[in-house]
């Protein structure tokens, strides 16, 4: 995200902070809501595969847009504070605007937390290089063998960094408005709760088709209604 020469000059370190600020919630939340739908524990894992499966195409492009949005915004978040004329929303730029302010116990952490994860950052930038903000076109061509010239980028890459990154804007945050923000995120509608429905319709399903089967062996109509909250089916 770039800015504007005319308007980079009124943006003071608590405009920036405020801005990557809700950039990093967005990412938090969409690291939460992968983790939910497709890295839950394993006594969780068998009956979550098979309520996913009923909408299993749309499912599978969140499964790849998620990770790809998340790579973007750990990349941007670490990008330069400017390129070329324009001024980015990064990180680097927040310290700079630190700097700038007589805050320099708030910039060097943000810098030394982007040093500490200097080789998960490097995987993915380089993601975002070869594959999402451009497509490297030696890599289309040769096709499966170019696989991996990228090392994967793992779910751990990520949260590690936005972990790190989190707790120096806490900092941030604690000197700038006197405040902290918890690292977990609470969607409305979440990722649990388009779990808790396919659950329920499927159950619907089931019941459903049972009472059809019982009253169809015995020849006569039945007028069915479903309760949403105990997913039972209920016949006269």
Known sequence: MTHQNDSVGTATAKHIFRAIRKDTILLRALLAEY??????????????ERLLRHA???ISILGQVIPDYLILGVSRLVDPPRTGKHENLS???LADALNAEGHSGLAKPIREAIAS???????????RMKRLAHLDLRRILKGGEAADE???????????CL????????????????????????????????LSRLRK????????KKCQNMHS????????????????LIWD
């Open 201 to 208: 319709a499927e159950r619907y399903d089931q019941l459903r």
């Open 150 to 160: 990228l090392d994967a980028v793992t779910f751990n890459h990520i949260r590690s």
């Open 35 to 48: 983790e939910t739908l497709f890295l839950p524990n394993d006594g969780k894992r068998h009956d979550q």
């Open 56 to 58: 299993s195409g749309f």
């Open 117 to 127: 994860r200097r080789k998960e950052i490097e995987v993915i930038r380089l993601h």
């Open 217 to 232: 062996q015995e020849g006569r109509g039945v007028e069915v209604r479903f309760d949403m909250e105990t997913a039972e």
């Open 91 to 93: 990180l680097h730029r």
């Open 163 to 194: 972990e790190d990154f989190h707790k120096v804007l806490n900092g941030c945050e604690a000197v700038l408005e006197n405040a902290t923000t918890s690292f977990n995120v609470a969607v409305r509608g979440s990722a649990n709760s388009l």
